[in-house]
């Protein structure tokens, strides 16, 4: 059988752990060739230092019956992302889908600390990381995603416009970094449109990360476990889920409807009908608003 991304070249920087890693996959699963990109190796880990690779991503796609093409690359400098560009344009022509999640930046958040004492340094190297590395990247890839009408940028962010609209999240750069993003895919949607192209942004729900996962000590088999010590996880989501987002928008023909919207993997599983891998779709937006904010006890019935 043919696969609906078959043929398809897409891009996902950022790709050694978390949703870009279920990205990655979900892409692969449904035929195309996917470069992924990061900082982290077999031979080196990058500031973040987690044990993820790229390689292993890579590999992960194969198993899923796509194309995996790793390629080390600090989004930060425009010199490795031009070559990566020029990469993908020699050895396939065209790219069809660009997913921005290059972030890495966790370590750097200094929660519920105001502006004045949060550390100037690791603020503005969070900015950076978030909002220069999705700069950089576009302005490069862009010119080879509109070669033909239809391509999809999908700018990876945390919470929908509309949840970050009414909720400070924690950190003055944390706030701005998320909000940006969403702000800068629409921005991008105005330049695509007259190309044929799509700009969206994205959010996951409670990210099953391997971070995450690491610090309840759990894996992706016993994560239920995790909700002795944190009831609310019971809401939460795998990587993958966010990645059958991406993958229905890429094999949708009409996806253009949704250029310049604020998006999340719950809102487009009840459009598409994909769910996580336990076959449910966990709505972690709505059930924070509905359930964990008015204190009310941890219950996802309903809700996933």
Same mark, same amino acid.
């Given at each position: 059988?043919?696969?609906?991304?078959?043929?398809?070249?897409?891009l996902v920087a950022g790709a050694t752990r978390g949703a870009g890693r279920g990205i990655a996959v979900e892409l692969?699963?449904? &035929?195309?060739?996917?470069?992924?990109?990061?900082?982290?190796?077999? &031979?080196?880990?990058?500031?973040?230092? $987690?044990?993820? !690779? #790229?390689?292993?991503?890579? +590999? /992960?796609?194969?198993?899923? &019956?796509?194309?995996?093409?790793?390629?080390?690359?600090?989004?930060?400098? =425009?010199?490795?992302?031009? +070559?990566? *560009? $020029?990469? #993908?344009?020699?050895?396939?022509?065209?790219?069809?889908?660009?997913?921005?999640? #290059?972030? @890495?930046?966790?370590?750097?958040?200094? %929660?519920?600390?105001?502006?004045?004492?949060?550390?100037?340094?690791?603020?503005l190297r969070l900015l950076r990381l978030a909002l220069d590395t999705h700069l950089i990247t576009s302005h490069y890839?862009? =010119?080879?995603? #509109?070669?033909?009408? &239809? @391509?999809?940028? *999908?700018?990876? !962010?945390? @919470?929908?416009?509309?949840?970050?609209?009414?909720?400070?999240?924690?950190?003055?750069?944390?706030?701005?970094?998320?909000?940006?993003?969403? $702000?800068? +895919? %629409?921005?991008?949607?105005?330049?695509?449109?007259?190309?044929?192209?799509?700009?969206?942004?994205?959010?996951?729900?409670?990210?099953?990360?391997e971070m995450m996962l690491d610090h309840f000590k759990v894996s992706e088999a016993n994560w239920r476990k995790a909700?002795?010590?944190?009831?609310?996880?019971?809401?939460?989501?795998?990587?993958?889920?966010?990645?059958?987002?991406?993958?229905?928008?890429?094999?949708?023909?009409?996806?253009? $409807?949704?250029?310049?919207?604020?998006?999340?993997?719950?809102? /487009?599983?009840?459009?598409? @009908?994909? !769910?996580?891998?336990?076959?449910?779709?966990?709505?972690? %937006?709505?059930?924070?608003?509905?359930?964990?904010?008015?204190?009310?006890?941890?219950?996802?019935?309903?809700?996933?």
């Open positions: 059988m043919t696969k609906p991304l078959q043929d398809k070249v897409a692969g699963a449904a &035929g195309a060739t996917v470069y992924v990109t990061g900082r982290s190796t077999r &031979g080196r880990r990058s500031e973040y230092d $987690r044990p993820e !690779t #790229i390689e292993e991503t890579a +590999a /992960l796609v194969d198993a899923a &019956g796509g194309r995996a093409v790793p390629v080390v690359v600090d989004h930060l400098e =425009p010199a490795q992302v031009q +070559a990566l *560009v $020029r990469q #993908i344009e020699h050895e396939t022509g065209r790219l069809d889908v660009l997913v921005n999640d #290059i972030w @890495g930046a966790e370590h750097l958040t200094e %929660w519920n600390k105001p502006v004045w004492e949060h550390s100037l340094d690791k603020g890839a862009l =010119p080879l995603l #509109i070669r033909q009408p &239809g @391509g999809l940028l *999908v700018e990876m !962010t945390d @919470g929908t416009a509309e949840y970050n609209a009414a909720h400070y999240r924690l950190s003055a750069y944390y706030d701005l970094a998320k909000n940006a993003v969403t $702000r800068l +895919a %629409w921005a991008q949607a105005q330049e695509l449109r007259p190309h044929g192209g799509t700009a969206i942004s994205l959010t996951p729900g409670w990210l099953r990360s909700a002795a010590d944190e009831p609310h996880f019971v809401i939460s989501e795998s990587p993958r889920f966010v990645g059958r987002a991406v993958a229905a928008l890429a094999a949708d023909a009409d996806r253009a $409807r949704w250029n310049g919207q604020s998006l999340s993997s719950a809102g /487009l599983a009840r459009v598409y @009908g994909f !769910t996580d891998l336990d076959g449910s779709q966990p709505d972690a %937006w709505r059930y924070l608003r509905e359930v964990q904010e008015p204190g009310k006890p941890a219950d996802a019935t309903g809700y996933r």
